[in-house]
């Protein structure tokens, strides 16, 4: 026993050799004020904790200077009480949440978050002939996330992945590099690791297999943030609060679009809007491809002024379609071709980025023979600009940027601060700040609206919207979705979403585009979109399609207030719409790569259906809550699977017991949106003693309206007494909003008596009970703003 041992001791030494970098020897250390500095024989360390949560370390080989700069991180670091304790063997810097053990011979930094282990560098930073490279050591268990928008399934762990933003055009279930790829990894062990760099690279997720995590990288900052948390919710809550949060986009962003490449014409466009209206399939929102500017797809970009022979009347039309509640959205993309009518003004003004003696450099690529704007320089920056702000000054409610990955981006071409390798994955990101700061500046009462193609970390804070590039319009395509969304949501990007009904390919399927759009319903954005051989919009699809696409999108409009609330949620707490199931069952680990199934929000369970004709799905239910069919009213204990039967009418829904699900009538375009008669649906379970919920709301127009008083929150709660369920509704506006709300309708689900008698405020009330359904309506007057509503329903519970 005492020789197993021994060679038990000696294999665990050798492993935790390997592990280190023993050419790395700590030479000193000192306490700054804001951060710990450790001096080493190749470089130095620098340590600062941003918060008991977060801690960002950089390394700064011997020879260089500390890089200061973020294009990701806004928080700026708290006054900490991290303490320091010297030993022989270690430097440990400790604070209440995280702390840092420093090995110092062999040299080695590990990381713990009250008191637990989350990760170690193993051998740190390092450089070989073309890449530099950090270096991590990984517990053999872990589940890795992140890396941004791929397809690849939901644990990423085995992968070598290029951060590198490239389109991928008509993919389908497998695609390892898209138009965001972010240098974020997130461990099921409830950790996360940012690589604080703009330049492309690697993000090495144990490809080796030998429990290695490597960034790697051409250039740039050696710095990296770990942030944890004491839960899902609240990881991801540290995380955007370091890199900033989604500013709430303006109200009619959360309705159905009309979009398709493309609208050739004024009339195409006014008709398609006219048709929408007479077959009554609610529509906020109009999207005009390139042909808003030129008649024909190649030779033309860059001219980025409206194309009078196919839109003669732009600003009427535009003006029009807003008295109907109608937005207007112009694509733009960032590469002015030398044939198009700019490119004098470009070359003339020096707005574009350079060859290497500084003449405008020019390449081919699909669209024609181009520039391309450098967004990194100021006249660039400002020139662009100036074409928004035309645009906006038409009346247009929104920016769509295109290719800007840069689609295509020389790797000799210099922009003001660098290399096209060295700023390529943050061109997106500046071209979003770029139209942010411009709205804010110069219309300041506007909420923007920014959708985009491609972006970095901590590009939410700019308003962005991210799609998921040109998806394969096939079962395929559809079937890769959710995984997106729920990997981009965890990392800060909470709005991605697809193009419904798929965007590559001449498929007519409307069974397909169906389940997309009912799928859509519960994803953040609802945009259908594609080439146009195949009418992406349901008023040009056949009947059947046609009527089943207008109970989803009037669905849609019916959950908006549901929708809304969970984006105040992203605002303020950057909790994402659409949750991995992992997020219920932390510890249950056959869910960790489960992505056919998630939560919208806390209190809805969806799972899309992804085959043709498909007549059954497996379903399970998170443990911890009785859930409710959405559609029948049967419930399921949680923490069981059923094999559901399939519907056309919709894709399973579900609704967790002790819900509050606001629902407003349904409108054929937000212009017309009111709370006013809204329905609260409460679902009952004998098994809960006390529920709450809340609705958040404003004007739908103004920024920052919560912090300006603008809004209005309702807070409900129930209470099972013997014999009673004891309702409260009770409403805080801000000072500067008055509630709309004159009349609402509370419907009890579950309740399968008679009630005997429904007060409200101590005052006996009118009630209407369905005793197939289960159901107790009650109309609720609201009289006075502020004043609790106490609803008392006597049953036999």
Not at 119 to 133: M, P, V
Not at 156 to 184: C, D, F, K, V, W
Not at 271 to 280: L, Q
Not at 700 to 711: H, K, R, S
Request: glycine share 8%; aromatic share 14%; proline share 5%.
């Amino acid at each position: 026993m005492k020789l197993a041992y021994s060679i038990y001791f000696f294999i665990a030494c050798l492993y935790s050799l390997s592990a280190q970098n023993i050419n790395r020897q700590m030479l000193s250390f000192k306490h700054h004020k804001q951060f710990l500095e450790i001096q080493v024989n190749d470089g130095s360390y620098r340590i600062v904790p941003y918060s008991y949560d977060i801690v960002e370390t950089s390394f700064i080989p011997n020879g260089e200077e500390f890089l200061p700069d973020s294009h990701a991180v806004v928080l700026q670091p708290k006054g900490v009480n991290y303490k320091v304790s010297d030993t022989e063997s270690h430097l440990i810097y400790e604070s209440t949440g995280l702390s840092i053990r420093i090995q110092k011979q062999p040299f080695q930094i590990r990381y713990y978050y009250h008191g637990n282990f989350l990760i170690s560098e193993k051998r740190g930073y390092f450089k070989n002939d073309t890449l530099e490279t950090i270096e991590f050591e990984l517990q053999s268990d872990e589940v890795l996330y992140g890396g941004g928008a791929r397809v690849l399934g939901m644990n990423r762990r085995g992968n070598r992945l290029e951060l590198y933003n490239r389109a991928h055009y008509g993919y389908e279930t497998h695609s390892t590099l898209m138009n965001y790829t972010l240098p974020i990894v997130i461990s099921s062990g409830q950790y996360m690791l940012h690589f604080d760099n703009a330049p492309i690279g690697f993000l090495d997720l144990d490809s080796k297999y030998n429990n290695t995590l490597t960034y790697e990288t051409i250039s740039g900052r050696k710095t990296y943030q770990v942030i944890a948390g004491g839960g899902w919710e609240e990881l991801l809550s540290n995380y955007t609060s370091l890199t900033g949060r989604q500013p709430l986009p303006p109200r009619w962003a959360f309705g159905n679009f009309a979009s398709r490449f493309g609208y050739h014409s004024e009339a195409e466009t006014r008709n398609t809007i006219v048709k929408f209206r007479e077959d009554k399939i609610p529509v906020d929102a109009v999207i005009l491809d390139l042909f808003w500017f030129g008649k024909d797809i190649q030779g033309t970009l860059g001219n980025l002024e409206v194309y009078r022979d196919s839109f003669p009347n732009f600003e009427k039309m535009i003006a029009d379609f807003d008295k109907i509640g109608v937005k207007t959205i112009p694509i733009t993309e960032p590469f002015i071709l030398t044939t198009s009518s700019k490119w004098k003004e470009a070359v003339e003004e020096n707005v574009l980025a350079t060859d290497s003696i500084g003449n405008p450099f020019t390449y081919d690529f699909y669209f024609g023979n181009t520039g391309l704007i450098d967004l990194f320089k100021p006249k660039g920056r400002q020139w662009f600009w100036e074409i928004y702000r035309r645009l906006a000054e038409m009346g247009v409610a929104g920016v769509w940027g295109d290719l800007g990955e840069p689609e295509v981006h020389p790797s000799n071409l210099y922009h003001a601060i660098g290399s096209a390798d060295e700023v390529h994955n943050i061109y997106g990101h500046s071209w979003a700040q770029l139209v942010y700061e411009g709205y804010r500046s110069e219309y300041p009462n506007q909420r923007p609206f920014i959708l985009m193609r491609s972006g970095a970390a901590g590009s939410q804070r700019f308003g962005l919207i991210p799609w998921s590039g040109d998806v394969n319009r096939s079962w395929g395509g559809l079937k890769g979705q959710t995984e997106i969304s729920l990997q981009m949501g965890m990392q800060g990007l909470a709005y991605m979403h697809s193009d419904l009904g798929g965007f590559a390919g001449n498929n007519l399927d409307d069974e397909l585009y169906v389940r997309w759009l009912q799928y859509g319903v519960f994803q953040p954005v609802f945009r259908p979109h594609a080439q146009e051989d195949v009418p992406s919009e349901p008023v040009f699809r056949s009947s059947w399609a046609k009527d089943l696409a207008r109970k989803a999108i009037e669905l849609r409009y019916q959950l908006i207030p549901y929708q809304y609330t969970l984006a105040f949620d992203n605002e303020q707490y950057g909790l994402p719409f659409m949750r991995p199931l992992f997020f219920e069952e932390p510890e249950n680990r056959t869910l960790l790569a489960k992505s056919d199934g998630y939560l919208w929000g806390s209190n809805f369970l969806i799972y899309p259906i992804t085959e043709p004709n498909q007549q059954t799905k497996e379903v399970y239910f998170p443990k911890g809550s009785w859930w409710f069919d959405f559609y029948s009213g049967k419930m399921f204990k949680g923490g069981t699977k059923h094999l559901i039967d399939v519907t056309s009418s919709h894709i399973p829904t579900y609704v967790r017991a002790g819900s509050f699900i606001p629902k407003a009538e349904i409108v054929q375009s937000t212009k017309d949106y009111t709370l006013d008669g809204m329905e609260i649906h409460y679902y009952y379970h004998s098994s809960l003693t006390t529920s709450k919920g809340q609705l958040y709301t404003d004007d739908g127009i103004t920024p920052n309206a919560y912090e300006l008083g603008v809004y209005e929150k309702w807070f409900y709660s129930v209470k099972k007494e013997k014999g009673s369920l004891n309702f409260k509704f009770k409403s805080i506006a801000g000072e500067k909003y008055n509630s709309e709300i004159k009349r609402m309708e509370v419907v009890v689900h579950n309740i399968y008596e008679r009630p005997r008698k429904v007060l409200i405020n101590n005052k006996r009330t009118e009630f209407h009970w369905d005793e197939k359904s289960g159901k107790a309506s009650i109309l609720v007057d609201v009289l006075e703003k502020g004043k609790e509503i106490k609803i008392r329903l006597y049953s036999k519970l």
